[in-house]
């Protein structure tokens, strides 16, 4: 551990995974034999921008010879339905080009509305934490995808369960974004989420 505190005080990585010191930064995380988890509500078979990107990640992690692995939800979005083969099932284990993807129960919501949107990112808060302790070994290296931002809440805990060290990564400024459009107007849950998203930023070795 020592070692890997040294390596992320390095000014490499201090820049964006996705900018070109990512071979750099991964050829070092393979001599020291690091294990890197994704932490994502969204990954395919899904289809969107976040599920491609992300899995354009682990691929390339997986082939710079990084032991990477995933823990992700049901495949649901975009019809919001569970895919086929998933239905009913609090976990999956599969491997898609050879990464190994565990998924995690999800609640979907019934309507729009912000009640059922927060039933929908805390089961998977729940259902991701438990699985990250009772199916994933140790682990060196949390990559988390935000938005939800909330999925925070798991990446900190098994963080510490896990003593490993946190990449926090904001494909949208969240609640900035959902404040500015009127999507999000409650005071105190405002408050819960700026706090939150100060405190990832505090305790993750990279922000990207």
Request: with cysteine; charged share 20%.
């Given at each position: 551990?020592?070692?890997?505190?040294?390596?992320?005080?390095?000014?490499?990585?201090?820049?964006?995974?996705?900018?070109?010191?990512?071979?750099?930064?991964?050829?070092?995380?393979?001599?020291?034999?690091?294990?890197?988890?994704?932490?994502?509500?969204?990954?395919?078979?899904?289809?969107?921008?976040?599920q491609n990107r992300l899995f354009e990640l682990a691929f390339r992690l997986k082939s710079?010879?990084?032991?990477?692995?995933?823990?992700?939800?049901?495949?649901?979005?975009?019809?919001?339905?569970?895919?086929?083969?998933?239905?009913?099932?609090?976990?999956?284990?599969?491997?898609?080009?050879?990464?190994?993807?565990?998924?995690?129960?999800?609640?979907?919501?019934?309507?729009?509305?912000?009640?059922?949107?927060?039933?929908?990112?805390?089961?998977?808060?729940?259902?991701?934490?438990?699985?990250?302790?009772?199916?994933?070994?140790?682990?060196?290296?949390?990559?988390?995808?935000?938005?939800?931002?909330?999925?925070?809440?798991?990446?900190?805990?098994?963080?510490?369960?896990?003593?490993?060290?946190?990449?926090?990564?904001?494909?949208?400024?969240?609640?900035?974004?959902?404040?500015?459009?009127?999507?999000?107007?409650?005071?105190?849950?405002?408050?819960?989420?700026?706090?939150?998203?100060?405190?990832?930023?505090?305790?993750?070795?990279?922000?990207?």
């Amino acid at each position: 551990m020592l070692i890997l505190n040294k390596l992320f005080s390095y000014p490499s990585f201090k820049v964006s995974f996705y900018k070109f010191r990512l071979v750099y930064s991964c050829k070092i995380l393979h001599q020291l034999n690091l294990k890197l988890l994704i932490l994502t509500q969204y990954f395919p078979p899904e289809v969107g921008a976040p599920q491609n990107r992300l899995f354009e990640l682990a691929f390339r992690l997986k082939s710079l010879g990084v032991d990477v692995s995933v823990l992700t939800a049901m495949p649901n979005y975009p019809q919001m339905k569970i895919h086929e083969g998933y239905e009913n099932k609090k976990y999956v284990y599969k491997e898609i080009e050879g990464i190994p993807v565990h998924r995690a129960s999800i609640y979907l919501p019934k309507n729009k509305s912000i009640i059922q949107r927060l039933l929908n990112y805390f089961s998977f808060v729940y259902s991701s934490a438990k699985i990250g302790i009772h199916k994933i070994g140790e682990v060196d290296v949390i990559i988390c995808e935000s938005p939800p931002l909330f999925l925070g809440y798991s990446a900190l805990y098994l963080k510490r369960k896990k003593n490993a060290k946190l990449i926090f990564n904001v494909s949208d400024l969240w609640p900035e974004s959902a404040e500015k459009l009127g999507v999000v107007t409650n005071k105190w849950m405002l408050k819960l989420a700026y706090r939150l998203e100060k405190k990832l930023y505090h305790k993750s070795i990279l922000v990207t």
